[in-house]
């Protein structure tokens, strides 16, 4: 995409700007990275008021920054992108730093799957933040969009997307399956030596997939938390409870449940047995990793506001159809087992907080890795 006429000249990402130059701030996992409006201003040359009407704005409206800033005519989608790639690689600077090494782009293949369900407002700006972003984690991705019998223009707009993105494929569902079946549907098409899930409705950000990746290396999974979960209270309190109740029925427990922020490798996905057709398929997920020994780390991720669209996990439908599948996995929780090959077993350590009661009583040997705290 080409810039508009009216913005002015646009540096090279190879330019002069310093790193002392732009404000890093402490985000909720300790990783610096650069404002978004710090990097418009001093990249684009916006001005102070401009950044702060937008700001503003937010503020009193919500929405992206990067979207107001575009709706505004201040910077195009491409200046946005460019924003971003800085942003991606002000991350890869810094963990290079900590590691004392170049560890980015990791020489892999990835596939994110994104399912979406009504998504027309969110899935540009997902799309194009991912295929932006990814480039400088990883040597190859793909991009997954699992349009789950959406009513509006999501599939369409995610058509667009893959003219412009060769990494982008659409999935398609002619009726909608759930959030389960569209997270399953993802997965299996997946073709990357990783696969990760997140949700498309821009309250995840894959700045924090580095970490993610990292810890991938000495475990078999990675389930990111939210560090501050940015939801409604009703969603907070139904969100606990759920937590509590699966960890009840099934014995087993972990910090955030249904954090959409999940890596895991080829080898485990080819194993997963994906039947669940709500937000019950996190539950069903680590049933399976924990009762098939798997090591699991966690670490803390950012979630932000949904802005546009009406999240669909809390409908009454959806609701009753994540007991049902909670029922199921009940019954058949002792044959909820992920058998890798062999050669492929490790060494088994698991968090206490999801082994506990995983046998229907507390467990007292496991060894605490809350991977999140020593990274930080």
Same mark, same amino acid.
């Given at each position: 995409?080409?810039?508009?006429?009216?913005?002015?000249?646009?540096?090279?990402?190879?330019?002069? &700007?310093?790193?002392?130059?732009?404000?890093?701030?402490?985000?909720?996992?300790?990783?610096? /990275?650069?404002?978004?409006?710090?990097?418009?201003?001093?990249?684009?040359?916006?001005?102070?008021?401009?950044?702060?009407?937008?700001?503003?704005?937010?503020?009193?409206?919500?929405?992206?920054?990067?979207?107001?800033?575009?709706?505004?005519?201040?910077?195009?989608?491409?200046?946005?992108?460019?924003?971003?790639?800085?942003?991606?690689?002000?991350?890869?600077?810094?963990?290079?730093?900590?590691?004392?090494?170049?560890?980015?782009?990791?020489?892999?293949?990835?596939?994110?799957?994104?399912?979406?369900?009504?998504?027309?407002?969110?899935?540009?700006?997902?799309?194009?933040?991912?295929?932006?972003?990814?480039?400088?984690?990883?040597?190859?991705?793909?991009?997954?969009?699992?349009?789950?019998?959406?009513?509006?223009?999501?599939?369409?707009?995610?058509?667009?997307?893959?003219?412009?993105?060769?990494?982008?494929?659409?999935?398609?569902?002619?009726?909608?399956?759930?959030?389960?079946?569209?997270?399953?549907?993802?997965?299996?098409?997946?073709?990357?030596?990783?696969?990760?899930? &997140?949700?498309?409705?821009?309250?995840?950000?894959?700045?924090?997939?580095?970490?993610?990746?990292?810890?991938?290396?000495?475990?078999?999974?990675?389930?990111?938390?939210?560090? /501050?979960?940015?939801?409604?209270?009703?969603?907070?309190? &139904?969100?606990?409870?759920?937590? /509590?109740?699966?960890?009840?029925?099934?014995?087993?427990?972990?910090?955030?449940?249904?954090?959409?922020?999940?890596?895991?490798?080829?080898?485990?996905?080819?194993?997963?047995?994906?039947?669940?057709?709500?937000?019950?398929?996190?539950?069903?997920?680590?049933?399976?990793?924990?009762?098939?020994?798997?090591?699991?780390?966690?670490?803390?991720?950012?979630?932000?506001?949904?802005?546009?669209?009406?999240?669909?996990?809390?409908?009454?439908?959806?609701?009753?159809?994540?007991?049902?599948?909670?029922?199921?996995?009940?019954?058949? /929780?002792?044959?909820?087992?992920?058998?890798?090959?062999?050669?492929?077993?490790?060494?088994?350590?698991?968090?206490?907080?999801?082994?506990?009661?995983?046998?229907?009583?507390?467990?007292?040997?496991?060894?605490?890795?809350?991977?999140?705290?020593?990274?930080?």
């Amino acid at each position: 995409m080409n810039g508009d006429s009216g913005h002015r000249a646009w540096p090279s990402l190879g330019g002069n &700007m310093s790193r002392e130059q732009v404000a890093y701030p402490t985000s909720a996992i300790n990783l610096k /990275r650069p404002f978004f409006g710090q990097l418009a201003k001093l990249v684009a040359g916006l001005t102070d008021s401009q950044i702060e009407e937008c700001l503003t704005q937010q503020r009193d409206q919500g929405g992206r920054l990067g979207e107001i800033l575009r709706n505004r005519g201040l910077l195009n989608l491409e200046q946005i992108a460019h924003l971003l790639q800085i942003q991606a690689r002000a991350v890869v600077e810094e963990m290079a730093a900590r590691g004392g090494e170049s560890l980015f782009p990791r020489p892999t293949f990835l596939s994110l799957c994104l399912p979406a369900y009504n998504e027309q407002a969110n899935i540009e700006d997902t799309v194009t933040a991912a295929c932006t972003i990814l480039e400088e984690f990883v040597s190859r991705f793909e991009v997954i969009v699992v349009d789950d019998g959406s009513r509006d223009r999501t599939a369409e707009i995610v058509e667009e997307l893959a003219e412009r993105f060769p990494q982008v494929r659409l999935v398609k569902h002619e009726k909608n399956r759930g959030y389960g079946g569209a997270v399953a549907s993802g997965m299996r098409a997946a073709e990357g030596d990783l696969v990760a899930f &997140m949700d498309s409705d821009g309250q995840f950000c894959l700045l924090d997939l580095p970490h993610l990746l990292v810890l991938q290396e000495d475990h078999d999974v990675v389930f990111g938390y939210r560090h /501050r979960r940015a939801d409604s209270t009703r969603r907070l309190v &139904m969100a606990w409870g759920w937590g /509590r109740l699966v960890g009840w029925v099934l014995g087993v427990r972990i910090r955030d449940l249904d954090c959409a922020l999940k890596l895991f490798p080829r080898r485990v996905v080819n194993r997963l047995q994906l039947d669940s057709t709500s937000p019950a398929i996190n539950a069903e997920i680590l049933l399976q990793c924990v009762r098939g020994g798997l090591t699991i780390a966690q670490t803390p991720v950012n979630h932000y506001p949904r802005y546009h669209g009406v999240a669909a996990g809390c409908g009454t439908k959806m609701i009753l159809r994540a007991f049902k599948d909670l029922y199921r996995l009940w019954r058949f /929780r002792r044959d909820a087992n992920l058998t890798l090959k062999e050669g492929d077993e490790e060494t088994v350590v698991l968090p206490e907080e999801i082994l506990a009661a995983s046998a229907g009583r507390p467990f007292a040997g496991a060894v605490q890795r809350e991977a999140g705290e020593t990274l930080c």
